[in-house]
């Protein structure tokens, strides 16, 4: 089992950066790939970025990327999103998911274990 827990939401201006953090727990969850959703409303949730679980391969939504990067320190069991360059279009709930595909995916049913999502606000 892991357990997630994101933090770092909050509503910002459009240009501005917001650094998002999930909280892992769970004695395996180093064997996880780790990725960021989201979810705007009356939207499905989207794939936004994931790292693998020996942080080798990253992966990016294009219309992410360039802007967001995914990290993970697993000595400190937290995964990591920073958002740069905020545009309005980023508002959305962020979800943390781990799954264990053999390599990196985009679907949500390829990731078991969710939190319970922070909220994002960007204001034009």
């Known amino acids: 089992q892991v357990q997630l827990v994101e933090s770092g939401g909050g509503l910002v201006q459009a240009g501005d950066s917001l650094k998002l953090s999930c909280a892992a727990s769970g004695r395996t969850w180093t064997t996880y790939n780790m990725a960021w959703f989201r979810q705007a409303p009356g939207k499905e949730r989207e794939f936004v970025a994931a790292?693998?679980?020996?942080?080798?391969?990253?992966l990016y939504a294009p219309s992410v990327k360039g802007r967001f990067t995914i990290s993970r320190d697993n000595a400190k069991n937290t995964v990591y999103l920073q958002m740069n360059s905020l545009k309005p279009e980023d508002t959305a709930v962020y979800y943390c998911?781990?799954?264990?595909?053999?390599?990196?995916?985009?679907?949500?049913?390829?990731?078991?274990?969710w939190g319970q999502g922070t909220q994002v606000t960007v204001s034009s």
């Open positions: 790292i693998s679980w020996n942080r080798e391969d990253t």
């Open positions: 998911a781990a799954g264990r595909s053999s390599f990196l995916v985009v679907t949500t049913v390829s990731y078991g274990f």
